[in-house]
């Protein structure tokens, strides 16, 4: 088992930032996959990005090059740095693990279905 918490979410002003953290629990953290989703109401959840257990990288489009994930094994947590925040940002953005894939970790670490383990989420808001 795998527990998840969120923290850092809140109310930014567009073209602000905000860090997002979770911290892990309950197995070895190096040896995890680490992703972050978000869902804004009446939209499916979306991939943000990931990190597999070497610090590779992955990231969604619509968040390329303004979002930087990252993860510290000592610390059991990933953050989400997110800058230029846009209000199309604003979402509920979970956090989610799963053991480490082999093959195909550029295509599966998009897939929601892929994770067993979910935080609860933290709420993003950025105004206009």
């Not at 979410?9 to 905000?18: E, M, N, P």
């Not at 869902?39 to 968040?63: H, I, L, M, N």
């Not at 947590?77 to 799963?98: F, G, H, I, R, W």
């Amino acid at each position: 088992q795998v527990q998840l918490v969120e923290s850092g979410g809140g109310l930014v002003q567009a073209g602000g930032s905000l860090r997002l953290s979770c911290v892990a629990s309950g197995r070895t953290f190096s040896s995890l996959i680490m992703g972050w989703f978000r869902q804004a109401p009446g939209k499916e959840r979306e991939f943000v990005a990931g990190v597999d257990w070497s610090g590779s990288t992955y990231y969604g489009d619509s968040v390329k090059g303004r979002f930087t994930i990252s993860r510290d094994n000592a610390k059991n947590t990933v953050d989400l740095q997110m800058n230029s925040l846009k209000p199309e940002d604003t979402a509920v953005y979970c956090c989610a693990a799963d053991s480490d894939w082999g093959g195909l970790k550029g295509l599966r670490v998009r897939l929601s279905g892929e994770y067993e383990y979910w935080g609860q989420g933290t709420q993003v808001t950025v105004s206009s």
